[in-house]
């Protein structure tokens, strides 16, 4: 799948000319007062460049705080003013879309919640039509399917939205984990690699869902070279109304940003450009070398398919399987590799062998 989005660069709309491009503020806006002292602390530190808070909060349950509303957007309209900031907040429908419009909002978002129904955001790239200079972010779906984040991008595009850009903010699980939403690392990966043109910002708090772990991620998804990063910041995150473990204040925001190691893409250094050729071109071996081995290795699954079905023996194997895994996951011990990753490999290696052999089977059944 390629996806043809010419989108805008992160730098065009946001106004920076630093990465990462750094969102930061509360979950919610609470109160004027706590909107503003934010604010002041943020703007201080001299690496913010778009002040974010929740007007609507999508909530699991209904008795939660469920956020300010329109009132809370005449706070962000305040800040806007006073400190020259630009601003940003979470929009679910067409009514949210006009009410941030009215208050001069720059940076609209789509949360997970809303990303997951096609319909809705249909709606909202509807009400988008026509707007001009305003950013609209994609967080992903709840679930891990990259094609209805794409869709929700093109729907926007559709409708001319150019300045756009990705949150990866991980993926809703029922899996004991350290994380609140586990990051799955390979989707925006893969996103990258479809989309590239598309910016991805990384949310960090959403993810992890306890403050301790923001830096972590932070500094994974800049490993990766994500183009920005959105810290949910509070001046006393503890009292927070909202999501008060996940949140930080500005000055551990400040001590993060100075912290993180930003990396680059690429370099204009030569002895390193010509040493990763090298490098680069060992692994073309080696990978050709894996392929042909497997190819060799399906040959002789495909004999044995053979005898099996000669023979009227089952496919699945369940001792030689288990033999095959232990003594697979021995051997990545003794070498120094990780044991988990070897026998994911072997399990995807084994489903193949399987699938194989009962085309075999399969064959000789039609013959019959
Ligand atoms: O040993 C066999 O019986 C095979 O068919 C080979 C193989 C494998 O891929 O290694 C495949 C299926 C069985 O469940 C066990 C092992």
Not at 12 to 40: F, V, Y
Not at 232 to 249: G, L, Y
Request: hydrophobic share 40%.
């Amino acid at each position: 799948m390629k996806v043809e989005l010419n989108v805008n660069p992160i730098e065009s709309w946001a106004k920076t000319n630093h990465k990462p491009l750094i969102i930061a503020g509360p979950c919610s806006a609470e109160t004027p007062e706590q909107l503003m002292s934010t604010a002041k602390l943020l703007k201080d530190l001299g690496k913010v460049d778009v002040l974010r808070a929740g007007i609507w909060k999508p909530r699991t349950r209904p008795n939660a705080f469920e956020g300010s509303g329109e009132e809370g957007l005449k706070w962000l309209a305040e800040v806007k003013k006073e400190l020259g900031i630009q601003i940003g907040t979470e929009v679910a429908n067409p009514e949210h879309i006009e009410l941030a419009l009215k208050y001069g909002v720059d940076v609209l978002w789509v949360g997970a919640r809303t990303t997951v129904s096609p319909f809705a955001i249909q709606e909202m790239a509807d009400a988008m039509a026509g707007v001009k200079d305003k950013a609209v972010l994609i967080k992903n779906p709840t679930h891990p399917e990259l094609g209805l984040w794409i869709g929700a991008f093109e729907r926007f595009y559709r409708a001319g939205v150019r300045d756009l850009a990705a949150i990866h903010r991980g993926f809703s699980t029922i899996d004991k984990s350290k994380f609140r939403n586990v990051p799955t690392w390979s989707i925006p990966i893969e996103l990258k690699r479809i989309a590239p043109q598309i910016p991805i910002i990384c949310d960090p708090s959403h993810i992890g869902g306890k403050r301790d772990l923001i830096f972590e991620i932070s500094q994974k998804a800049m490993d990766l070279g994500f183009d920005g990063l959105m810290i949910e910041t509070h001046i006393d995150p503890d009292k927070a109304w909202s999501d008060a473990d996940q949140q930080v204040t500005p000055e551990r925001l400040g001590e993060i940003l100075t912290d993180l190691k930003i990396r680059t893409q690429s370099t204009t250094n030569v002895d390193f450009n010509d040493h990763l050729e090298e490098l680069r071109e060992k692994i073309d071996n080696i990978d050709r070398e894996l392929v042909e081995t497997l190819a060799t290795r399906m040959a002789v699954v495909e004999k044995i398919g053979e005898y099996k079905r000669d023979n009227n023996v089952t496919t699945l194997q369940v001792k030689r399987w288990d033999d095959i895994m232990k003594n697979r996951s021995e051997l990545a011990k003794k070498l120094g590799i990780n044991e988990e990753f070897v026998v994911d490999v072997f399990k995807l290696v084994h489903e193949e062998s399987i699938r194989r052999q009962t085309e075999i089977m399969k064959a000789v059944e039609s013959k019959a």
